[in-house]
């Protein structure tokens, strides 16, 4: 057993669960940085600086879902390579891992024929006005043309964590956030002697981020990750392979991408009401973003930690992992919801909102954060059902708090709404009752998974 699985067999799940869950929480925030710094510098723009960033959160939805694909691949393949490392299967583990970069280029070639063809009708799909449509459009067919970083880089990042090389993934996050920060200025406002490009040059910051994250991934990859080797042979892909990936990933791919489904189909629920409205609630978004994946980052050591107890049979090591995922995830939800309800105003006063949208964008501060710790319970949740292979159970909460508990009551509230515009807030109550329900439908459903695969007999 090398230092990394005895690592991952022997330190006690509340301390592994720290030392490599908070590199991954500073990652995952990180992911959040690219969308959010580039809304805050678009508002800013000296003309159509709203309009801007409206074009970013209708583009914001199909975002979501390249990275939805990205990750959710590469949590298939941190769950199989984390399991075959805990049973000590090198040559599945190595079949994984060379899968994992082989649908990786799969991927981008899909977001690639998108952004030739398909964003135009996309974004028409969701705003009348022009100025918006070619910002929009804009944007994202860049974001989706020079997607091969993104692509590439959600598979060496999970590559590095399943092994316990999360520090590593963290640095190049670090790095093309820290690139897409210090290019967002000088290609949105034309600095340096460059041209002023707008949306363009927000876009242009993004993808090369991206680019510098998955190099600096990769070269941690063949540097540090000994215990996974990649050979020509195992870059072709077996259906097999991908099969055992998928059936992991593919619910967490599902689960990622409801959240493009949601926010697209809650951007025409609330455009009916006001389009000031789906720009405060995209910029809202974007702001809780920073909670989200940071509970994001905690599933991501639940998960590798949690299927390596389940490899190794280890029924303590997976109560462990239930008990302080949903501990520490919770108090780091509680923490960010204090603070977002404290400071509001300056928050949505970044980004040089007019008055009816900062209005609507500070409700939804003071409303929907009283959710958040609630998703962090049903995130930590999914992270526990996807480490011991019931995918379906993960994508059963992320139906339950992204679409089933939902768009009833937001047809219900925007009805409400229409009839009488004083009640728009109870547009953003929809969110907190839709986590507390699939909370404790999670939770109901966790015991039933407890039974079916016996891991209190462990």
Known sequence: MNLKDEKMAT??????????????????????????????????????????????????????????????????????????????????????????????????????????????????SQTDNIVVSEMGIEYLRICCVLSFGMAMFAIFEKMLQSAGHSLCSTIAQIL???????????????????????????????????????????????????SIRIRLR???????TIGMIYSIGLPAIISQALISVMTYGMNLILRSISENMVTAYGLYYKI???LLFAAFGMRDAITPITAFGYGMRD???????????????????????????????PFANMFNLSGETLNFCLGAIHIVSISLVFAGINTAFQGVFQAVGSGIGSLAVSVGRQLLFVFPFAFWFAAIAKSNSDMSWLLWCVFPIAEILTVIAAAVLWRKISVKKKLESL
Do not use: W
């Open 288 to 290: 809780q973003q920073f």
């Open 234 to 240: 195992d870059i072709k892909p077996s259906l097999r």
């Open 11 to 124: 330190v006690p799940v509340k301390k592994l669960m720290l030392s490599m869950g908070i590199p991954m929480i500073i990652s995952m925030v990180l992911q959040a940085v690219y969308n959010i710094v580039d809304s805050a510098f678009v508002s800013n723009m000296a003309v159509n600086g709203e309009d801007g960033l409206n074009a970013l959160t209708l583009a914001f939805p199909l975002q979501v879902l390249m990275v939805a694909v990205g990750i959710g691949t590469g949590v298939g393949a941190n769950v199989l390579i984390a399991k075959s490392l805990g049973q000590k299967d090198s040559e599945l583990t190595n079949k994984t891992a060379g899968n994992a970069v082989f649908l990786g280029i799969a991927i981008y070639i899909v977001f690639l024929l998108f952004g030739i063809f398909g964003t135009e009708t996309y974004i028409n």
């Open 315 to 345: 029924s303590k090591r997976i109560k462990d992992c239930v008990k302080f995922g949903q501990l520490y995830t919770g108090i780091i939800m509680l923490a960010g919801t204090i603070v977002l309800e404290i400071f509001a105003n």
């Open 176 to 226: 093309g956030a820290v690139t897409n920060i210090v290019l967002d200025p000088i290609f949105i406002y034309g600095r340096l002697g460059l041209p002023e490009m707008g949306v363009k040059g927000a876009a242009y910051a993004t993808v090369i981020g991206q680019v510098v994250s998955f190099i600096a991934a990769l070269i941690f990859h063949l540097k540090f990750n000994k």
